[in-house]
């Protein structure tokens, strides 16, 4: 890239090629602007892919974006059934490794490519004069360790969460020895495919899960059917809350029904015995015998210890589950201008929309470039990394988001302002799967500059999902 091509000229950077990233640059190239899309993983959809095993809560009709599909049709492409629900794995089959391949987007996307740093051209986060005319420069690391500068108009950055879920500790930092453990291979990933890829981590083994979200309800369920299958599985459940009932939701009762089965069957676990459960323990420290095991399947004892009202309760396993939810990094952000939310490191005119201390349920009001702003110019969070703290961002969220950051980089800022969304209206997105919210309905959403917003009811859909809970928190239980 020569040193003085004018501003406009230059890509605009897209971190992370998840559903949300790679939607920001079909929407780019539909503009005729030129992405430049890095993703960490050895593929498009790499953290998608890590969660595969897992069956998404949202049909494929909310899962596709329009500019998405755009670029898919003329390829022979068959859209899904609309009101089926794919896995992660199928969302990445049908729909986003096609997507990736695609002739306009395969050349643009850098896979085992990290981004490491974002700031401007010659100017660090206190140089003011020029700033907004000054190229971003987007620092990369191959996986061969080379180091690279980019020069790019703006920046869109998709990376999601999955790569920085929440500690096990207590105040939101790591336990004693959780590091330790983390690295030595003990502490899984967040929602380990118990039943396949990493049977052989479980089968006969002792695992402690920890945490009260949909993650944890998920992993306890694949533990159970393991244990079926092998006897001498054992499993414990560690949760901050009193009782574990919030968990299991309303069973018959439940105005969804998968939520109420799922719930049912988890609550049939603990009761039968297969599940040992272990109320009000914060975790303290993680400590296993040195050296650590070679391999990931590797038997390795590691000792968990908790405290709770009752005094220290210490657990032996073999692996620990973490499903205490996600938040964003913004280590590799340093330079760069934030206006952040300062409970949930959000936008900080969307953070109040999310924060699950308060909005457990209901639509949050659409959205796009003008809230998603930052005092960066051209710089943008989007995706799942733009709910920060908050669990329960949809996809068709993002897609909005980033058709809208599009039209404003593009500078059509009418059609920025315009946001509109169809989106799901869900019990499920609430704090915890135990919640009672309202049964679900779809309702379209439309906002304009002034602010001014209406909705509609549609039929019910069953849709959205909070990914992991911090260590069993909920608004409902805090309130307790
Ligand atoms: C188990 C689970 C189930 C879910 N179910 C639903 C559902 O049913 N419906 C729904 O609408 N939403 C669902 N979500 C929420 C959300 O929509 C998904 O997480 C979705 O994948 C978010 O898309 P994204 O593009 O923002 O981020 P991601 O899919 O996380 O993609 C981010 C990408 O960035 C890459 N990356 C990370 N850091 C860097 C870096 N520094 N440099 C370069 N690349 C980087 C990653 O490798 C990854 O490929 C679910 C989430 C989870 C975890």
Same mark, same amino acid.
């Given at each position: ?302 000792? $968990?210890?908790?405290?709770?009202? &009752? ?5 032996? /396993?073999?692996? +620990?589950? =973490?499903? *205490? !939810? ?79 950051? $599009?039209?404003?980089?593009?500078? &059509? ?5 315009? /946001?509109?969304? +169809?989106? =799901?209206? *869900? !019990? ?53």
């Amino acid at each position: 890239m020569i040193e003085n091509t004018p501003l406009t000229e230059l890509p605009v950077a897209v971190i992370g090629a998840g559903p949300v990233g790679l939607a920001a640059a079909a929407h780019l190239i539909a503009r005729e602007i030129e992405p430049l899309v890095f993703e960490a993983g050895p593929a498009a959809a790499a953290a998608v892919s890590a969660w595969g095993h897992i069956g998404l809560f949202s049909p494929w009709k909310y899962n596709i974006d329009e500019a998405a599909r755009d670029l898919l049709e003329p390829t022979g492409w068959v859209e899904p059934e609309a009101d089926q629900l794919p896995t992660g794995a199928e969302l990445v089959a049908n729909y986003l490794a096609p997507l990736a391949a695609t002739e306009p987007l395969r050349e643009t996307i850098h896979t085992r490519t990290r981004v490491i740093a974002v700031s401007r051209v010659e100017k660090d986060r206190t140089r003011t004069p020029g700033r907004s005319d000054t190229p971003f420069l987007v620092r990369t690391r191959n996986e061969n360790g080379a180091i690279d500068d980019r020069r790019v108009r703006a920046v869109i950055d998709t990376s999601g969460t999955w790569e920085t879920p929440n500690p096990l500790g207590q105040a939101g930092l790591p336990a004693a020895g959780e590091p330790a453990a983390r690295e030595a291979g003990l502490v899984s990933s967040p929602l380990p495919d118990v039943l396949g890829r990493d049977r052989a981590q479980f089968a006969g083994r002792h695992t402690l899960v920890i945490g009260a979200g949909h993650s944890a309800a998920n992993t306890l369920l694949a533990l159970g059917e393991l244990r079926g299958a092998e006897p001498n599985t054992r499993i414990s459940w560690a949760i901050r809350s009193a009782d574990p009932a919030g968990v299991y939701g309303g069973g018959d009762q439940d105005g969804l029904p998968a939520r109420g089965a799922l719930g049912t069957r988890l609550r049939n676990l603990v009761e039968k015995g297969d599940i040992a459960v272990h109320t009000q323990v914060t975790i303290t420290e993680l400590a296993y015998a040195d050296p650590a095991p070679a391999s990931a399947t590797a038997t390795g004892e590691v000792a $968990v210890t908790g405290s709770t009202p &009752d005094g220290a309760v210490s657990l032996s /396993v073999d692996r +620990v589950v =973490p499903a *205490t !939810g996600f938040r964003p990094n913004l280590d590799f952000l340093r330079e760069i201008r934030l206006d952040l939310d300062p409970i949930v490191e959000a936008p900080t005119g969307l953070g109040p929309l999310i924060d699950p201390e308060h909005h457990s349920c209901g639509t949050v009001a659409p959205h796009g470039a003008r809230l998603l702003s930052h005092p960066e110019k051209d710089f943008y969070i989007a995706g799942m990394k733009s709910y920060g703290r908050a669990p329960t961002f949809l996809m068709a969220t993002g897609y909005e988001q980033v058709r809208s950051i $599009v039209a404003a980089i593009a500078g &059509d800022q009418d059609a920025a302002d315009k /946001v509109e969304l +169809v989106l =799901p209206e *869900t !019990g499920v997105c609430s704090a915890d799967i135990g919640s009672s919210c309202d049964a679900p309905s779809v309702v379209t959403v439309t906002a304009d500059s002034s602010g001014c917003c209406e909705a509609a009811p549609a039929q019910p859909v069953s849709i959205g999902i909070p990914t992991g809970l911090e260590h069993g928190r909920s608004a409902r239980q805090e309130a307790q």
